[in-house]
Structures are given as C-alpha cells and as structure tokens.
C-alpha cells in the first residue's frame, strides 16, 4: 500500500484559514469513512484531532474540521494560532484491514 | 486515564531481532473493540503504521513489513509486544504504541515513543 499523499508544506498568518489535503484512493481513503487526523509538534507524539473523517474528540478545538469528497480528505483549520504551528498527518483504513498514513504536511503560522 | 510506554532496547546491530513491548493502563485488552497498534517514525520522516492486535487475538500487519513483524498480546499483564526481525539501518525510528478503537485505528492516546537506533 503507498503513503497517502498530503503537501509538504503549507503556511498561512494569525487569523486566517488553511486547508490540508490528503489523497488516497477507493482502497482506502475513498472507501471508508476512516480517516483521522494528527498532529505533531517537534519532539512529541502525535495528538488525534479529527477521527472518522470529520468527528472532533472530547477537548479538540473547533477550529479543527474535517470533511472528505471521494478519495481526497481535508483538515481546515480556522482562526490560525501559533500554538496550530506542526506537523499534520492523516490517516486511513484501507481494504487490506490495515491503515496508512500520509507523508505530512509542516504548518507553518507566518 | 489512559496511558502507554514503550520499553525496549536503544541500540540493535544489524540483522538483530528487536524486541518492544507496550505497557498500558486504564483499558483492557479483552474488551471488545479495543487494540493496541505500533507506529514508528524516522528521524525527520512521516510516521509509518506497522501492526495492530485486537482484543480477540485478531492481528493486523503492514504488507511491507509483514513478513519480519509478529505481535502478541499478555492480557493479564497489560502487555503487547512486537517483534521486528532482521533489523537494518534503514528501521532507526522512534517506535510509538496506540490505543486503538475498531475500525479507526490509532486512538487519541499514545505513548512516548522509545528512539531504536541500528548500527554495529
């Protein structure tokens, strides 16, 4: 199974919006309603902020959504905080009842 | 409160098997539903997902990796293991265990993450 595919980078200023995108396929991000979505900050374990493509858990901010339209998955994140500064991974069960992961993506708040 | 850690060795030579186990707490692995997964990440890399136990001994392995993984569970001791034969250069990672929920996969609760370097 390949990595699912996210941009390396994105960046956006205090305040504004940005959108993550990871690409899969039918086999997998296509093909079930399993996509989550971590986040990293340098030296630490990943955080789960979005499960099940688009539901938050309990304490995640709300400034963190996702959604998904057929294989390609987003994470928006509104009203960008430094704090939002990291790196983001998706997520996906596939048809082989395993899971991948995306390549990351560095956030960086200007 | 959930929690996990890893433990295992720092350092392996090449062609070594490695050994990790996961120590939990604050869930039971014979609760339906409920696995536990490993996850690694290579200095400066993506994470990658590696294998995963459910609560009924059902086993989930990474296609390519398969063949050097095996992971077991002692439910009485709050325990996973995997094992990760033949050990290279190339699987220097940080080596992550996750609580895991059904079909989602890696849950909101990791561990540490322990750092394995291979090298002679």
């Known amino acids: 199974q390949s990595a699912l595919t996210q941009p390396a980078s994105v960046s956006g200023s205090p305040g504004q919006s940005i959108t993550i995108s990871c690409t899969g396929t039918s086999s997998d991000v296509g093909g079930y309603n399993y996509v989550s979505w971590f986040q990293q900050h340098p030296g630490k374990a990943p955080k789960l902020m979005i499960y099940?493509?688009?539901d938050r858990p309990s304490g995640v901010s709300n400034r963190f959504s996702g959604s998904k339209s057929g294989s390609t998955a987003s994470l928006t994140i509104s009203g960008l905080q430094a704090e939002d500064e990291a790196d983001y991974y998706c997520?996906?069960?596939?048809?082989?009842?395993?899971?991948?992961f995306g390549g990351g993506t560095k956030l960086t708040v200007l | 409160q959930i929690t996990l850690k890893e433990s295992g060795p720092t350092l392996v030579k090449p062609t070594q098997t490695l050994t990790l186990t996961c120590t939990f707490s604050?869930?039971?692995?014979?609760?339906?539903?409920?696995?536990v997964g490993w996850i690694r990440q290579p200095p400066g890399k993506a994470l990658e997902w590696l294998a995963l136990i459910y609560w009924d001994d059902d086993k989930r392995y990474s296609p390519s990796l398969k063949s050097r993984l095996t992971i077991t569970k002692d439910t009485s001791k709050n325990q996973v293991v995997l094992i990760m034969t033949d050990m290279d250069p190339v699987d220097t990672a940080t080596y992550y265990c996750?609580?895991?929920?059904?079909?989602?996969?890696?849950?909101?609760?990791w561990g540490q993450g322990t750092l394995v370097t291979v090298s002679s």
């Open positions: 997520s996906s069960y596939t048809s082989s009842s395993t899971w991948v």
């Open positions: 099940e493509d688009s």
């Open positions: 996750a609580h895991s929920l059904g079909l989602v996969g890696p849950s909101g609760y």
């Open positions: 604050g869930f039971s692995l014979s609760t339906r539903g409920v696995g």
